[in-house]
């Protein structure tokens, strides 16, 4: 059978993951608890990030930021979010009761300075960063603009798993942001099922952000029964706001915990086949590569180029279907928010991330490319571009 190249594609160690699994399952305790915190403990290690707490997905890390923010700042009401991204970085804002405003993204893809400052103003609560496909462009510009209006800032590294401002940075984002927001979902970098973990510096928030992860709960029951050896009846908690069911599970920790000590070899793979990419087609007018800021520490995601020549999105698809042909599935990441019927009056004076987002092509670049296959897949890009 003949070879699929898909834009995104997971690749597991089996064995390793199988024996993990098998370990949590033995110990009788497959829920919150027990490896969840012996994830978070390991993950803050390996970024360097002070605190980190264990979440069934990064949109729930995103939300879980929202409130504990909206708390804090009861009179700021409006988040600025890019025009480029996943739905999730968005729809937490409103499922929030706040106020969602789009914003430009620059040929990064990330969220444009100069855009950004037009937007800033004294109800402006937060402002969600977002580092596609591992890249940390202007992230150091976004804090700055933000730590000079008090506005707080969240960093979603759905895509960030490894990524690093620079090769020995630690913590590995910097302490640019007030919340970082990583997602293990299946297809990420450290993906498997699907997880996520919110990281903070400080611990002013983290008793609020215990609460709200588990239905508002102040005791999560893996802590209440450690409590019996105390005679605390484990039945005995209280509640004092509306949560929700966000916590992660000790058995996708497992598995999390099973492929960790590969993540960054895995990464220094994706890197390779990134720079492939970027060296061949700088000799190609019709093609502009997405680069990193960090390219040298980047998690190597996504390697996304923009179809200089395409005028609208049907022309963009109509070159991705052309690869197709030879079993080369490309993806688009992402369709501009603001397009979308729904989220469309959120976005005002939105030009570049509209124009952009009719051009975005994500190429294959995972653990199951070889370079050999880079060199297929850039001979059938040239053949169609001919």
């Known amino acids: 059978m003949d070879k699929k190249y898909n834009v995104l594609k997971p690749v597991y160690d089996i064995d390793n993951i199988t024996n ?15 490896l969840t915190k012996v994830f978070e403990k390991k993950w803050s290690q390996y970024t360097g990030y002070n605190n980190s707490i264990y979440v069934n997905s990064c949109t729930a890390a995103l939300h879980l930021s929202l409130l504990v923010l909206k708390d804090k700042y009861p009179r700021k009401r409006k988040v600025i979010v890019p025009d480029i991204t ?34 800033v103003s004294d109800e402006i609560l937060a402002v969600v960063f977002v580092g596609i496909g591992g890249n940390s462009q202007n992230l150091i510009q976004v804090s700055e603009i933000c730590k000079s209006s008090n506005i ?8 960030m798993s490894g990524s690093k401002i ?26 498997i099922a699907d997880s996520g973990m919110l990281c903070t510096q400080s611990q002013d928030s983290l008793e609020e952000i215990s609460k709200y992860r588990w239905m508002g709960i102040d005791k999560t029951t893996y802590q209440r029964t450690e409590s019996l050896e105390k005679n605390i009846y484990k039945w005995e908690y209280e509640i004092d706001r ?9 058995l996708v920790a497992s598995c999390c915990l099973a492929i960790l000590p590969d993540l960054d070899k895995n990464n220094k793979y994706r890197r390779s086949l990134r720079n492939k990419y970027i060296k061949s087609f700088s000799s ?63 976005g005002q004076n939105i030009i570049n991330s509209n124009n952009i987002s009719d051009k975005i092509i ?14 297929f897949i850039l001979d059938k890009i040239k053949s169609v571009l001919a």
């Not at 994500?362 to 060199?375: F, R, V």
Request: hydrophobic content about 35%.
């Open 20 to 34: 993990s699994i098998k370990t949590t399952l033995k110990s009788g305790w497959t829920g919150d608890g027990g």
């Open 242 to 250: 509306l949560g929700y069911k966000y916590n992660g599970n000790a």
């Open 362 to 375: 994500s190429l294959p670049c995972h653990l199951d490319i070889s370079i050999n296959d880079i060199d």
């Open 166 to 191: 620079s090769p020995e940075h630690s913590p590995h984002l910097g302490e640019y942001s007030d919340y970082v927001c990583y997602s293990f979902q299946a297809v990420k970098n450290l993906g």
């Open 284 to 346: 190609l007018d019709e093609i502009k590569v997405i680069p990193h800021l960090n390219e040298n520490s980047t998690s190597a995601h996504l390697a996304q180029i923009l179809l200089k020549e395409s005028k609208s999105s049907n022309e963009r698809n109509e070159f991705i279907s052309k690869l197709n042909r030879h079993n080369i599935f490309p993806g688009v990441h992402y369709r501009s928010i603001s397009k979308f019927k729904y989220y469309k009056k959120f």
């Open 86 to 119: 996943f739905i999730s970085s968005a729809a937490v804002v409103l499922q929030s009761s706040l106020e969602l405003i789009l914003c430009d993204v620059d040929e990064s893809l990330c969220l444009d300075p100069k855009a950004l400052k037009k937007l």
């Open 152 to 159: 707080s800032l969240i960093l979603d590294a759905a895509h």
